[in-house]
T-cell receptor, first 113, second 112 residues
């Protein structure tokens, strides 16, 4: 069965520090990969996506993610975290053109002043 | 501006009392879907629809029904709600050109 693993439930970083959120998926072929962010009381907003091509993708708000096929990973990174980045982050995969989406359990990010 | 509108945003109901959560979009996209979000489980897909009169099950369809009689609307129906359907529900619309899902603001449902 398709699964998406986000091993870190909570992460706390200091403002200005770098950030990496981990995501691993289990699927034989490369799916479409996404990172979404959810602010408290809000819906989800797309940060970035990977379909094919360059394995390092840039997104909004200064985020980037790197697809590593050998590790079945799609980790999210940001060089310098801002207090406004405090939110919950979800990794998601879609089996190519199957229109079924699978989300990880989420990582809550706290940012210390 | 892209909008996905869900109603109601909050609802407390009792076991067995039928309810409908509505979802409408202003983007003219074919693909719409429903998810439930539970702590520690992330979002799980309930149903999705590729177009009018075309619907299919997601990962957790039991206890839910959907209909897609017109392109802009995709209601989620709980015929006989049970307490295990207490959850936060999201409707999402997919832009087929970019692959992006646009989410509504969520509907928090409590079944007593």
């Amino acid at each position: 069965a398709q699964s998406v693993t986000q091993p870190d439930i909570h992460i706390t970083v200091s403002e200005g520090a770098s950030l990496e959120l981990r995501c691993n998926y289990s699927y034989g072929a490369t799916p479409y990969l996404f990172w979404y962010v959810q602010s408290p009381g809000q819906g989800l907003q797309l940060l970035l996506k990977y379909f094919s091509g360059d394995t390092l993708v840039q997104g909004i708000k200064g985020f980037e993610a790197e697809f590593k096929r050998s590790q079945s990973s799609f980790n999210l990174r940001k060089p310098s975290v801002h207090w406004s980045d405090a939110a919950e982050y979800f990794c998601a995969v879609e089996r190519n053109n199957f229109n079924k989406f699978y989300f990880g359990s989420g990582t809550k990010l706290n940012v210390k002043p | 501006e892209a909008q996905v509108t869900q109603n109601p945003r909050y609802l407390i109901t009792v076991t067995g009392k039928k309810l409908t959560v509505t979802c409408s979009q202003n983007m003219n996209h074919e693909y719409m879907s429903w998810y439930r979000q539970d702590p520690g489980l992330g979002l799980r897909q309930i149903y999705y629809s590729m177009n009018v009169e075309v619907t299919d099950k997601g990962d957790v369809p039991e206890g839910y029904k959907v209909s897609r009689k017109e392109k802009r609307n995709f209601p989620l129906i709980l015929e006989s709600p049970s307490p295990n359907q207490t959850s936060l529900y999201f409707c999402a619309v997919r832009d087929r050109n970019t692959g992006e899902l646009f989410f509504g603001e969520g509907s928090r449902l409590t079944v007593l």
